[in-house]
């Protein structure tokens, strides 16, 4: 596996993408005091080597249907990951699945179009082989998000 080199004008032209990923390149290099050309090459080169996987767009709340959304923990049989993670996997709207340390062993950013839309979710989950537990924090509001996705 090839270690990847990210230098800090790269670190920088990624935060810069990270607020805007449609920005120009002529503007990007402006920002960042570089040639429109050196700017295409790093480009390139981070896409190349796989730093920078795609762009996407941040949809506004207005055009979104309406969608409930909550953070799903769920704890796991030992030596049942894989298999879960694996039936989770099917499951459209679950938009993100981690792997994490503590009391559960995975969490999940769950995207319904309503609450009772939500409550089905949660009962297929929760029957899955391997499961033990589930807990569900509903998302209320967003006071931030630095995603851009």
Known sequence: MTKIQV????????????????????????????????????????????????????????????????????????RKHMDVAKMLAKFPQIEVLHAVSGKVDLVALVRASSAESMDEILDRITVLNGITHVETAVILSTKLDRRQA
Not at 33 to 50: H, K, N, Y
Not at 56 to 66: D, F, S
């Open 7 to 78: 230098s800090e004008k790269d670190h920088a032209l990624l935060e810069v993408l990270r607020a805007n990923a449609r920005e120009p390149v002529a503007s990007l290099a402006r920002k960042l005091g570089l040639s429109r050309t050196t700017v295409q090459d790093r480009l390139r080169r981070l896409e190349e080597q796989g730093v920078i996987e795609g762009y996407t767009i941040k949809l506004a709340k207005a055009a979104v249907p309406q969608s409930f959304s909550a953070w799903v923990s769920i704890a796991v049989e030992p």
